[in-house]
């Protein structure tokens, strides 16, 4: 069945530093690929997306590329802020719609 | 422009106690979807409805747990006889089905149930 695995966390950077949290998966056809994230007492917010092969969603800083020949969609951020401190979840949704099924997060922390 | 709503916000009962929450979606969208979310881990798709229909359920809902959304607009999950098991957080999502079939979902703020 489909799935998707993240690296695990936590990852601690400083201020400044770049950010890399990799995310695989596994999937018939082609599903859609998001990055979602989850700041302290907050709900899921929607970070980026991608639709295809190559797509590279961005948002806020953030970058992905839907990458088909290495079933990755790893995120990226060249300096990373204190405020970006949360949980980055990864998720996959099949090409008809329906369910997203989601990794298991990654949680970041941003030192001053 | 309201958000997903879900209420309530947190939940303590008693094991064997059943338990309703409601979610109230995004008013223009279509789909809605429930989740639940253990502590560490993302979340787990529980079940969606189009509109009024349900049109998935997953393995991991177990007889004990039913959802409606009986005008195709608010939902709600009831869990009967809870058991410790069940706590976790509660996740409603909505979106909307168009042309581009993205399915980018909205979620809500989620509930927390704790089964003493």
């Known amino acids: 069945g489909n799935s998707v695995t993240q690296m695990e966390g936590p990852v601690t950077l400083s201020e400044e530093a770049f950010l890399t949290i990799n995310c695989t998966y596994t999937?018939?056809?082609?599903?859609?690929l998001f990055w979602y994230v989850q700041y302290p007492g907050e709900g899921l917010q929607l970070l980026l997306k991608?639709?295809?092969?190559?797509d590279k969603g961005s948002n806020k800083g953030f970058e992905a590329t839907y990458r088909k020949e290495t079933t990755s969609f790893h995120l990226e951020k060249g300096s990373v802020q204190v405020s970006d401190s949360a949980v980055y979840f990864c998720a996959l949704s099949d090409p008809r719609g329906g369910k997203l099924i989601f990794g298991q997060g990654t949680e970041l922390s941003v030192k001053p | 422009d309201t958000g997903v709503s879900q209420n309530p916000r947190h939940k303590i009962t008693k094991r064997g106690q059943n338990v309703t929450f409601r979610c109230d979606p995004i008013s223009e969208h279509n789909r809605l979807y429930w989740y639940r979310q253990t502590l560490g881990q993302g979340p787990e798709f529980l079940t969606y409805f189009q509109n009024e229909a349900q049109l998935e359920k997953s393995r991991l809902l177990s007889d004990r747990f039913s959802a409606e959304r009986p005008k195709g607009s608010f939902s709600t999950l009831e869990i009967q006889r809870t058991e410790q098991g069940d706590s976790a957080m509660y996740l409603c999502a909505s979106s909307l089905t168009g042309t581009s079939g993205v399915n980018e979902q909205f979620f809500g703020p989620g509930t927390r149930l704790t089964v003493l």
């Open positions: 999937a018939t056809g082609y599903p859609s």
């Open positions: 991608a639709t295809k092969a190559d």
